[in-house]
């Protein structure tokens, strides 16, 4: 193994003397458990810190969340209950060159996927080619009728999507899930990367590693890309459902960002097919809204009549070309689990490319050869349900008890079309500063990309890390953590 640098307390253990992978796929160690070219000058940095230093920076990290209040919400039957997003200080690095691979296949992804959700709400050629199950789309939950004919600017329906990616035992990465309607996270990439500059700036220094802080510019790029034809100097709002929703320091956080203004739905008015906002100085014109609602609550008028939270008449005017809504309306119908299993054709259909990145093999219950399979080997997958987020809902066969597996045979029984199976992938780890010390706990990532007429990707992402020991269920209602991660421009020294 690689020198280890003189530790600046030669008395205090060194973080990586007892740290260990088990066998798993390691971001920092790889397969050979040693540091590549790539992330050995970053080991060296962690080794000469001190275990004892480590842990008292990140103290001082955490307090600091606290005090800036960087929250998210979890919702139980009876509260709702604001929580300090966990943050561990030990960086994912990703060299450059598997960042590249990885910008690709995103890139070629939201491609397919968009030029899908124009044939799907136009021609429909890829379910009269028998490409997909027509029942598969058209009985979609996320399926809606009143984007049927709409064209929306550069053909572009999902603007901020959300890819989750994990790396298997043999160091591939593959897509987990596509989050094609309002992905949340972004705040937490940023803001992870301001607190490490902040507390560690002696491992970051001299380090060439891609910035995140130009992601609220590039937002507000793409986003006025996309306004009606003929306006050139676009309104761009963001809609939140307010301040009891789970992600409404995000929402605070990219208003300021891209310097828009912060609005709900009773701040907006629609007169003549075209959207306003009210002002203490009259109605201003709106162009462009980034909504963080579903579409059941963004217009009462096309939807759920109801809602308090959107505005009547938005889907009119976006119908009439007055006003973009990003993400589009009816995006959920590309990002759906069983969908998901399609997205692989799709890209060949629409591209005549393979695929850059894999998925993981998907078992689909709907179909009668998916639902023997997954009755037949419960134990040994993992079984979510399509319509849940968040990691709720979740069987993870190897790991549950004959009552959980009973409950989900049930279930499943019960409602086929809600579910898939997977097989439990072994999930790539990353060292975890713990009260015993740096751990192996698996990982997975979240790469953001923005869409106006091509398509950005934010450098890196969010690193979600389950940071119960044993642990594959990384999101933060189930107790997981944020890691800040490092996209190298080149190999460090």
């Not at 409950?407 to 579910?419: K, M, S, V, Y």
């Amino acid at each position: 193994m690689a020198t280890i640098a003189a530790l600046t307390d030669p008395t205090q253990p060194a973080p990586f003397d007892n740290y260990d992978p088990r066998g798993h796929y390691c971001e920092l160690l790889g397969t050979k458990l040693e540091p590549g070219s790539s992330a050995i000058g970053i080991w060296q940095r962690l080794q000469s810190l001190g275990l004892d230093a480590l842990q008292t920076r990140a103290a001082e990290a955490a307090n600091e969340l606290f005090n800036l209040g960087i929250t998210f919400t979890v919702y139980t039957e009876r509260t709702a209950i604001d929580r300090i997003l966990p943050f561990d200080v030990i960086p994912r690095i990703i060299p450059a060159n598997e960042w590249d691979l990885l910008e690709k296949g995103i890139q070629q992804r939201v491609k397919a996927l968009n030029l899908f959700l124009w044939d799907v709400y136009h021609e429909r050629k890829i379910l009269r080619d028998g490409v997909i199950p027509a029942n598969l789309v058209l009985k979609n939950a996320n399926y809606r009728e009143e984007m049927i004919g709409l064209d929306p600017p550069c053909g572009t329906y999902i603007h901020i999507n959300g890819t989750d990616i994990i790396r298997d035992a043999n160091g591939e990465f593959l897509v987990l899930e596509d989050n094609g309607r309002a992905p949340s996270g972004v705040s937490y990439v940023v803001e992870n990367r301001h607190l490490m500059q902040r507390a560690f700036p002696d491992l970051m220094q001299g380090l060439k590693v891609r910035s995140v802080s130009d992601y609220g510019e590039r937002l507000h790029h793409k986003l006025a890309e996309v306004a009606p034809e003929g306006v050139t100097d676009p309104t761009v709002v963001l809609l939140s459902p307010g301040v009891y929703n789970s992600a409404y320091f995000e929402h605070i956080f990219l208003a300021r960002e891209m310097g828009v203004p912060l609005i709900e739905g009773r701040d907006l008015i629609v007169e003549n097919d075209r959207v306003f906002m009210k002002t203490v100085a009259g109605l201003e014109p709106v162009h462009v809204i980034y909504r963080r609602l579903n579409d059941d609550f963004l217009d009462p008028e096309a939807f759920s009549p109801e809602s308090m939270l959107g505005a009547a008449g938005l889907m009119r005017a976006a119908r009439r070309g007055n006003v973009t809504l990003a993400n589009a309306v009816g995006t959920g119908v590309a990002d759906d689990k069983a969908v998901y299993a399609y997205v692989p054709r799709i890209i060949q259909y629409y591209l005549n490319e393979e695929p850059i990145l894999g998925n993981v093999e998907t078992h689909i219950c709907a179909e009668k050869e998916g639902l023997s399979y997954t009755l037949a080997n419960l134990d040994k997958l993992v079984v979510k349900p399509v319509g849940e987020s968040g990691g709720y809902g979740i069987v993870v066969g190897p790991k549950a008890t004959r009552a959980e597996l009973d409950e989900a045979r049930e279930g499943i029984l019960r409602d086929p079309a809600n579910f898939i199976a997977q097989p439990m992938i072994d999930l790539s780890v990353c060292p975890t500063l713990t009260e015993h010390g740096l751990r192996p706990r698996h990982v997975d990532l979240r790469p953001y990309a923005i869409t106006g007429r091509d398509t950005w990707v934010l450098p890196g992402g969010l690193t979600r890390v389950a940071l119960k020991e044993g642990s594959i269920i990384v999101n933060s209602s189930q107790g997981g953590g944020t890691k800040d991660t490092w996209v190298l421009k080149e190999a460090c020294k």
